[in-house]
C-alpha cells in the first residue's frame, strides 16, 4: 500500500525568508502524481503545486517549488520570500498513475508558522 | 464560477444520533470524492464516484457510514447511530473527467457529543 509520510509536525520561519518542507512516499508504481495542499485556519484545501512523476523537471508555481527526487521518493517543497499569509497546515498528497479511483493519500502534515 | 459547497458547514450531534451532511459539486464534474480529517491529521479517503459506475467503497470505516449520490450530481454522505470517534471535518470533492486536479469543499465540521 501507498503511504506518505510528512516528517515535521511543525516548522517556523521568519518573514523574507526560505523554508523546506518534507515528504517522502512509498509506491511500487513507476507513473502517478503528488501534490502539495495548503490548509489555512479557514480549512479550505487549496492546491499549492502538483508534479507528474513521469517529468523530470522539478514544478515551479511563483514562490513555490518542489524537489522531486524519484529514486529516493521524496518530494520536498520550498517557500521562497515567506510571507504571513503563507502560515498554514501543508499537506503532501500522492495519487496513484494505476489507481481506479484516482484517490488522493495523504501525509499527516506540516504545520508552517510564518513570524514577522 | 461556483466551486464545491458542502452544508452544514458545522454540526453538533448526540451520540447515537444519525446525520447527513450534503456535497454540492462543481457542475458538470464527473468525480466525486468523500474524505474525512480527524484533528490533527491529514485527510483519509472514505468513498468515490464516477458517473453512473458503482462507487469505490473502500475507505468507509464502518457500515453506519453509507453515501449516495443522485442523479450525477449532489451527494449526501450518512452517518448511522453516531460515535465520538466520527468528530472529525468532513471534506467533499470533485473532479472534471479528464483532469486529476480534486476541487476541495470547504468541509463540515462533525461533532459528537
Known amino acids: 500500500a501507498q503511504t506518505v509520510t510528512q516528517s515535521q509536525p511543525e516548522m517556523s520561519v521568519q518573514e523574507a525568508e526560505t523554508v523546506t518542507l518534507s515528504c517522502t512516499y512509498d509506491t511500487s508504481e513507476n507513473n502517478y502524481y503528488l501534490f502539495w495542499y495548503k490548509q489555512p485556519p479557514s480549512r479550505q484545501m487549496i492546491l499549492v503545486i502538483r508534479?507528474?512523476?513521469?517529468?523530470?523537471q522539478n514544478a515551479t508555481e511563483n514562490r513555490f517549488s518542489v524537489n522531486f527526487q524519484k529514486a529516493a521518493k521524496s518530494f520536498s517543497l520550498k517557500i521562497s520570500d515567506s510571507q504571513l499569509g503563507d502560515t498554514a497546515m501543508y499537506f503532501c498528497?500522492?495519487?496513484?498513475?494505476?489507481?481506479?479511483?484516482?484517490?488522493?493519500?495523504f501525509g499527516q502534515g506540516t504545520t508552517l508558522q510564518v513570524k514577522p | 464560477g461556483a466551486g464545491v459547497s458542502q452544508s452544514p458547514s458545522n454540526k453538533v450531534t448526540e451520540k447515537g444520533k444519525d446525520v447527513e451532511l450534503r456535497c454540492d459539486p462543481i457542475s458538470g464534474h464527473t468525480a466525486l470524492y468523500w474524505y474525512r480529517q480527524s484533528l490533527g491529521q491529514g485527510l483519509e479517503f472514505l468513498i468515490y464516484f464516477q458517473g453512473n459506475s458503482a462507487p469505490d467503497k473502500s475507505g468507509l470505516p464502518s457500515d453506519r457510514f453509507s453515501a449516495e449520490r443522485t442523479g450525477g450530481s449532489v451527494s449526501t454522505l450518512t452517518i448511522q447511530r453516531t460515535q465520538q470517534e466520527d468528530s472529525a471535518v468532513y471534506f467533499c470533492?470533485?473532479?472534471?473527467?479528464?483532469?486529476?486536479?480534486?476541487?476541495f469543499g470547504p468541509g463540515t465540521r462533525l461533532t459528537v457529543t
Open positions: 470533492a470533485s473532479v472534471p473527467g479528464q483532469t486529476y486536479e480534486q476541487y
Open positions: 498528497a500522492f495519487k496513484g498513475g494505476s489507481s481506479n479511483t484516482g484517490k488522493l493519500i
Open positions: 508534479q507528474e512523476a513521469y517529468k523530470q
